[in-house]
């Protein structure tokens, strides 16, 4: 059973926010800082003019109850114009809140991405090789939603404005009522405090778990999109049916006990509102009655005096309430904020340790590359490959060939240092820059990229730096070659979108266009991971006779034994790890 990592409204949960701090106020970055100082600013005016609206009514009742009409329609105009600005400030805060969620979300978003495209760090998180980091994709796209826009619009402005106003209306509680309405008011706090701490925990437990299983449902269905053919030729409707009825069951389970602890959480955010409104008449109780301080008033003096002390002992009350309403509200991201926060700190620490790069550029003379002693394991443990030794001269070639997962591919990884190996050396006189990887599952940017695009991609047209027109010509020969004018005719040209994704052709077109697109980078090492397995043997019989006339150093993976005719050299790897190096002309084989 797998373990849940849990996550709770804790000192990890501070801690967590601190460390995601630099990177919502990065350095290069000003406008977070401008638009927290606007909110300040904002929030500040609001409580100014709140606090001349809560004298209003006190007023008002003082002019209803002399009768004073005149006195009653200068305070009634002055009151609506304040409230027509007590609006604009809010909806000024409104607006100031949310484009601050969108400077949050940009700047913690790059620098997820600057870490997760950096290196190998995207395969090993999507892999889970060493943690146990669950939907990174989630994470980085709805978590960070969720995280910024509560952020922004819920615990910053709260927190920032929170403290001036309770300094504020506790000294104005002090004038009218001592400490002792003081000492009333924040023993009301402190047990609503207490309370709230030890229901908002379990809701930051449960909402981590709901947005994980949230992730398992999405992460299944997108599996079933991109395979949906597959599942209908298996007929297995039924099964992928019963399986996402699993992940949903999952999924509700968790929402079933979050539902739970909303109940308290809501009841006791709710009492402690209301109840602060009422609380407020009870202190009224010690001016008026042990310190007599209203005597010789009025009765339209006292209405007026007890309106404003009301508002001046609820707005005190409501300021601890929405301290606790905004730790409600952390208590529910308190989970998605630790969860971000984890995904960053791992990828950092991926990218904080030293890759190994063994000797790139350190041959030189016949030799383009060589091995000596490699061992090779897997990344939970077991060994691949045990001291592998192997040498290419420059125009040299090796077919690499073994059952399934018995370690080809993870040769290949090795030395384009995606993994490390356990001990020995690669050696090669050129750089990673040089070596380019047909992998055997071709990969197109989704987004309806022009042709030219996906041909060079990773790099963009602006990288370029020889002339276009020659670069276009090779691109006109290898679609001649590989039999692809038709689809340059269906798209119209190399710089018109296509009507359709990448992901629509078939999978021997887009193997061809792989091919292409790694043949255009003049490598000077060619790693085929059974990159004709969906082409005709007339078409490989193309791609390995081009290969042989550029005096290409070439290692392929594959199964066909139409392969062999191709290479000067097999490698057969076997389940145990041992190998067996041989030449193709030469009878007696080298068993290791």
Known sequence: MTKTNDFYFDLKFFKSLIYLSPHLYSRTNYYSIILTLL????????????????????????????????????IFWKGSLMYIGKCCL????????????????????????????????SLKVNLNYESDIDNPDQRMTQDVDKMCNQLANSIVPAALICPFVIAYYTYKTYETVGFYGIGAIYLYFVIGTIVNRLLVSPLAKWTGRVERYEGDLRYKHVTIKNNCEQINFYRAQKFENDSSDDFLFRLLKNHYYLSWWRFPNSFWQNFFNYYGGFLSYAIQYIPIFIFNSYEGLSPSELTKVISNNAFVYIYLINSFTRLTDTAYVAG??????????????????????ELIIDNINKLSGECGLVMEDVIISKPHG?????????????????????????????????????WKQDSGKILSKYSIKDITVIPQKPYFPAGKLTLLQQLIFPKKLLDFDISITDFESRIFDYLSMFKLEELLERIGSLYTQPNFEYSDLTPGELQRLSIIRGLLTNPKILLLDESTSSISEDMEDILYKYILEKSILFISIGHRKTLKTWHKHILTIYDDGSYIYSDKDTPNLKEF
């Open 332 to 353: 529910q991201m308190a989970g998605i904020l630790q969860r971000v926060s984890q995904l960053l700190k791992y990828m950092e620490k991926l990218n904080d340790d």
């Open 39 to 74: 909110t300040l600013i904002i929030s500040i005016s609001c409580e100014v003019l709140g606090y001349y609206l809560g004298l209003v009514p006190g007023e008002c009742y003082k002019a209803l109850m002399t009768k004073d009409s005149k006195t009653f329609f200068a």
């Open 382 to 418: 077991g060994i691949l490959v045990k001291n592998l030794s192997v040498s290419l001269k420059d125009n040299d070639s090796l077919l690499i060939t073994g059952n399934s997962g018995v370690g080809k591919t993870s040769l290949l990884r090795v030395i384009t240092n995606i």
């Open 90 to 121: 809010l909806g000024a805060l409104t607006a100031s809140g949310w484009f601050l969620y969108i400077v949050y979300r940009s700047s913690i978003t790059k620098s997820l991405h600057k870490s997760y495209f950096k290196n190998n760090v």
